[in-house]
């Protein structure tokens, strides 16, 4: 059973704040002791005021930019410039449209078709991270069905043992994913839940407190081995709670 943390802020803004210092933290530990740090990135809306909390000189002065090394936990099969791109949102947010130091963001290569992109995305994190495949950091947010990543309810990813990167083809958006899969999300040192909203607490309480059925609430699979989970959710979020 991972070692998982809980923590309830009263608003976002609160739990914005609590995130960042969080890994704020979780980076300056990895650093005392390596190289550099490697850290997955979530996509969609929730993560977009953290990241630009990270970017404000608060934040920004304290992180050392050029011992990170920057993925993206999922992508969606889109170019690079379009409105739905992860990549766009954290290029937007987290760099503020400052190119970011070479070699330390690996976007997903969706020029290549979904198997493609994924198995070079996965040679991507074996070359920076290891034959281990322990990421120091993966941040991850909370779909109201309970995916994560791209871990999307009865997909074969789900059931994904060995690979560490699975095209997902998400039948109801109709669209492919490139997502992280759980071999590689369980290996992290230290993972990162953001959950904002009335709107995810039912996923939060099938997830956190619900009957194992991981094919139907994926994020119930996030059990980092050796790891910590972090849960960061405002009170909307844990309202259900028991
Ligand atoms: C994505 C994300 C996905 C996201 C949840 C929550 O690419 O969409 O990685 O897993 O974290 O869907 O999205 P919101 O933050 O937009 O609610």
């Known amino acids: ?40 990135l979530s996509g969609g809306s929730t993560p977009r005021g953290l990241y630009e909390l990270l970017a404000a000189p608060a934040f920004s002065e304290s992180i050392p930019w050029n011992k990170l090394r920057f993925f993206l936990g999922d992508e969606r099969h889109v170019p690079h410039d379009h409105p739905d791109s992860n990549l766009r949102m954290v290029r937007e947010s987290l760099f503020g449209n400052r190119e970011p130091a070479p070699g330390t963001l690996f976007p997903v290569d ?39 990543a791209s871990l999307f309810p009865h997909t074969d990813a789900l059931q994904e043992k060995n690979a560490w990167v699975k095209e997902v083809y998400v039948e109801k958006l109709n669209a492919w994913r490139i997502s992280f899969t759980f071999p590689l999300i369980n290996a992290a040192r230290t993972v990162v839940f953001l959950v904002s909203g009335a709107s995810k607490s ?27 989970v972090h849960w960061f959710l405002d009170e909307a979020a844990a309202s259900a709670l028991k």
């Open 1 to 40: 059973m991972a070692n998982r943390k809980l923590h309830v802020l009263p608003d976002n803004a609160g739990l914005l704040r609590a995130a960042a210092e969080c890994l704020c933290d979780a980076i300056a530990d990895v650093v005392s002791t390596k190289e550099y740090c490697t850290m997955a």
């Open 110 to 148: 969706t020029r290549l078709d979904p198997k493609e992109a994924a198995m070079k995305y996965e040679q991507t994190l074996r070359e920076v991270i290891g034959k281990d495949g322990a990421l120091d950091i993966v941040l991850l947010g909370l779909g109201d069905d309970a995916h994560t």
């Open 202 to 228: 039912s996923a939060v309480r099938q997830v956190l407190q619900g009957e194992r059925e991981p094919d139907t609430f994926p994020a119930q699979s996030v059990q980092p081995h050796d790891g910590v």
